[in-house]
């Protein structure tokens, strides 16, 4: 542990101390700062890895020794989701090769009569095929005593008292290793997904060709967004999810240290989860039981073993995401409470790891309130031009950035990563800043989408004044710097301007797209 400080130490002087002491001491250093240097460096390196990774193959599956007749469990979690988005989910999992698809564990977090619902629709989707069992707890003896019954279905439904995600994936893994160690040596992995996600029908197959290696623990596939034109913010989550998974964690994998493994679409070795599943499940933060950032945490603990976590580009899925800016507000704060959390158990783990996860560690963590940091002082204290400069190298990076996803991806929507910065900027970086603030805070946060509610909360208040803060930073700025002379004019204007005009475009294009899926569903029906 002493040592594992000791290197994160050596390498938050490497790589936060020096842009600090430029910010500080104003040291010139021309026309590009530390920190460029850094991003520069960083994003090559993201893009060659990503690249390779996606290309040709993670390095850590090269070792070919396929066992054929493995099979694996299936897992599909809800509480009160949306009937569409559950059929959804159930019909793309009817698609599945059933000959490498052993079992499918539907865990309905509820026992209410507004419950009852989702196990309507399971039963009619799968009609002879299920075994529907209500448990009244989760303690090891009553799933123990239940894992005879559930051997004669291939669809397993189980309701329950609603207590959360985390004991809902518990059930299914629970039985899950009690089958593979009492009747099914075959049974090597699981897959887990949510209620509200719609897997391509070729993911089993493609995901359990990555365990070839023992090494291997988990491994994710590429998810995006069904609603994406709800909104514009659906959309922009759309447009990010291609860059969080087909270049940061394709990033990551190349190492075998992805940070995550998604919810909606990940797979793990069930013996790795057989080794930690007690800590995953009991575990406890400032005292309380953990309610949230069940994937984060054991994605950890699988790379605590010593495992390797993947990526597969080949493995596609699209789930749901908030189509309002404060539902999505909401859902940042608990994924950034999750992300500053486990960031004391990632430390643990950066001796077993390659040395990028604790470089990635510090980027996703650090930087942030280094480049909100600059942008405070700037608004506040800075020069017009200063402001310029930044809102420019901002907008060329995200250019660079959109510019790979088209030319990789040939997906002409990833241009719009451009704008992201936005929502970023406005949105995500006070829920970050909220997260941590309020990271002893054990509420899930976002109520059921079949209730479409979403009472307003005080947390509503650091989203409102982060935001008056950047307008009346802004105004300050151009009221200090109002002698200013058509350079600084022109590097403040253009991109404000460019921003401004690139989110009606948006909003036009997300119309037009929108109206264009509507008439093709009316010509269906």
């Not at 037009?512 to 269906?524: E, G, S, T, Y």
Request: neutral net charge; charged residues 20%; contains cysteine.
């Amino acid at each position: 542990m002493l040592l594992n400080i000791i290197v994160l130490l050596i390498l938050v002087g490497i790589l936060v101390v020096p842009i600090v002491l430029q910010y500080v001491l104003n040291w010139d250093l021309l026309f590009i700062s530390v920190y460029g240097v850094y991003m520069l460096v960083y994003l090559i390196i993201e893009f060659l890895l990503a690249f390779i990774n996606n290309k040709y193959g993670n390095r850590y599956t090269k070792v070919i020794s396929l066992k054929n007749n493995i099979c694996c469990n299936l897992m599909v979690v809800g509480w009160r989701e949306k009937e569409e988005y559950f059929n959804m989910c159930l019909e793309s999992i009817k698609m599945i090769n059933m000959d490498k698809l052993n079992r499918v564990y539907i865990i309905v977090d509820g026992d209410e009569k507004e419950d009852e619902y989702m196990i309507d629709i399971a039963k009619k989707m799968f009609e002879n095929r299920y075994i529907h069992i209500e448990l009244k707890d989760i303690s090891d003896e009553t799933i123990i005593s239940i894992v005879e019954n559930v051997m004669s279905k291939k669809v397993i439904i189980v309701s329950k008292h609603h207590s959360g995600k985390r004991d809902s994936m518990y059930i299914a893994f629970k039985l899950s290793i009690l089958e593979k160690n009492m009747y099914n040596r075959r049974l090597e992995t699981i897959f887990c997904t949510d209620s509200d996600t719609v897997i391509s029908e070729t993911s089993i197959d493609e995901m359990i060709l990555k365990f070839n290696n023992d090494i291997i623990g988990g491994v994710v596939g590429d998810l995006s967004i069904h609603n994406k034109y709800n909104s514009l913010i659906t959309f922009m989550s759309k447009v990010r999810y291609w860059f969080a998974f087909n270049l940061e964690r394709a990033y990551q994998s190349f190492n075998g240290c992805v940070l995550c493994v998604s919810g909606p679409l990940g797979m793990y070795r069930l013996k790795s989860i057989e080794s930690i599943i007690d800590a995953w499940k009991d575990q406890k933060f400032l005292g309380k039981s953990c309610t949230y950032g069940d994937d984060r945490h054991l994605s950890n603990l699988i790379l605590s073993l010593g495992e390797k976590i993947i990526y597969n580009s080949n493995v596609y899925g699209e789930t749901e995401t908030p189509d309002s800016i404060y539902r999505f507000y909401k859902q940042q704060v608990r994924w950034n409470k999750s992300s500053f959390r486990e960031f004391f158990w990632s430390i643990l783990n950066i001796n077993k790891q390659n040395i990028l996860m604790s470089i990635d560690l510090i980027y996703t963590l650090v930087y942030p309130f280094i480049v909100m940091g600059y942008l405070m002082y700037l608004l506040w204290y800075g020069s017009v031009f200063e402001l310029g400069i930044y809102l420019n190298i901002v907008l060329i990076i995200g250019l660079i950035k959109s510019i790979y996803g088209v030319l990789v991806s040939g997906i002409y929507e990833n241009l719009f990563y451009i704008f992201y910065c936005i929502n970023y900027i406005s949105v995500i970086f006070p829920a970050r800043l909220w997260g941590l603030i309020s990271i002893s805070d054990i509420n899930w946060g976002t109520s059921a989408r079949k209730t479409g509610t979403n009472d307003i909360s005080f947390d509503i208040i650091m989203l409102i004044l982060w935001n008056m803060n950047l307008l009346c930073g802004l105004g300050y700025s151009l009221w200090r710097n109002r002698e200013m002379g058509v350079i600084e004019w022109i590097l403040l204007g253009v991109p404000l301007s460019f921003i401004v005009v690139g989110l009606v475009l948006m909003k036009i294009y997300i119309s037009f797209r929108k109206n264009v899926l509507f008439n093709k569903d009316n010509k269906k029906d």
